[in-house]
């Protein structure tokens, strides 16, 4: 595999998982991170199919970083959590084992599963109504105006002030 480095995750990508975090609740914001997730995992097989190690290496670490994430997160009042704190370390082990071999042997089952537990997590965010856990964000209206090729978004409410709830 060659040392090449790029940044897979595109500019749009990036602001798109910003967006939904600062307007997330707590429910919707472990649907991201699982997007993240899954993001950084299919990075991560293309860098493989590509010969690029180091951008394998970079992409896999990030999934393990959205996995650790994952698993500090849990709240250990419920029994649901011990499950997921197994699946979760499972998982790490996997990928860091497929880091340390450059193999993918592993990736495609860990896909389908934070696949299932993301959608699990989906169908829970629709009924959570709880507010955002950030405040006094950027209002984001798109559709207003329109280049060439895409929607141009307005923001709104841009102050210093922006942040997490307290």
Aim: some cysteine.
């Amino acid at each position: 595999m060659n040392g090449k480095v790029r940044d897979n995750m595109t500019k749009e990508m990036k602001q798109i998982f910003t967006r939904r975090i600062t307007q997330a609740n707590r429910t919707q914001l472990v649907v991201v991170v699982y997007d993240m997730l899954l993001a950084y995992l299919e990075e991560g097989m293309k860098a493989y199919e590509t010969d690029n190690k180091q951008e394998f290496d970079r992409n896999l670490n990030l999934a393990r970083s959205c996995i650790a994430e994952l698993r500090s997160s849990l709240n250990f009042e419920y029994d649901l959590s011990k499950n997921l704190f197994s699946i979760y370390a499972f998982a790490d082990r996997e990928l860091a084992g497929d880091i340390y071999g450059a193999k993918t042997d592993n990736i495609d089952a860990i896909i389908k599963m934070f696949q299932k537990l993301r959608d699990a997590y989906h169908t829970i965010s629709k009924e959570d109504d709880s507010e955002p856990l950030m405040e006094n964000i950027q209002d984001v209206y798109a559709g207003y105006t329109y280049g060439k090729t895409d929607v141009n978004e307005s923001l709104v409410n841009y102050g210093a002030q922006r942040g997490y709830c307290v």
